[in-house]
């Protein structure tokens, strides 16, 4: 009899400790503004380019972000560009900044395309998704991100 007792407090006072803990896991977490901050090339090959992107991440939550890697895909006047992910460790505190190293790799023939009509441009469009992985709790999450934007063209001039 006293062993039932004994069982129920120990397992009403661990249901009350595992609830508790569980209080704050609910809480919604807007989705970071994302912009384009620096892209530039890393290394060619005969089938693909690695471009070395930093992105700008504003955490607009009032509780700091912990990013553990990002997924993202960039288009070029609306075509497939490049996709990367990276593993990453940058705090973001709450309502501040930080640049997102990313490396994204990109196909010959989706850099050609992305390229079809730029000499008269000057400047590109991009569209950029993806999501940032959560750490810093005991349940990762992701956040989606999305954003476009446009880049300047370098004045080349002619030959």
């Keep these: 009899m006293q062993n039932s007792i004994l069982c129920r407090i120990i397992t009403a006072a661990f249901m009350l400790a595992f609830m508790a803990g569980c209080a704050g896991v609910g809480k919604h977490l807007e989705p970071p503004r994302v912009k384009l901050a620096n892209i530039r090339p890393e290394s060619f090959n005969l089938l693909e380019t690695v471009f070395e992107v930093q992105l700008r991440v504003f955490n607009t939550n009032d509780t700091p972000l912990t990013i553990k890697g990002v997924e993202s895909e ?86």
Excluded: C, M, W
Excluded at 75 to 92: M, W, Y
């Design 74 to 159: 960039i288009e070029i006047n609306g075509k497939p560009f490049a996709f990367g992910v990276s593993e990453s460790d940058v705090e973001i505190p709450a309502y501040g900044t930080a640049l997102l190293p990313l490396r994204v790799y990109s196909s010959v023939s989706d850099i050609i395309k992305s390229a079809v009509g730029l000499q008269n441009q000057d400047q590109l469009n991009y569209h950029i998704k993806g999501k940032l992985r959560l750490g810093g709790s005991a349940f990762p999450s992701t956040l989606p991100f999305e954003s476009e934007g446009q880049i300047s063209l370098p004045d080349i001039p002619e030959r």
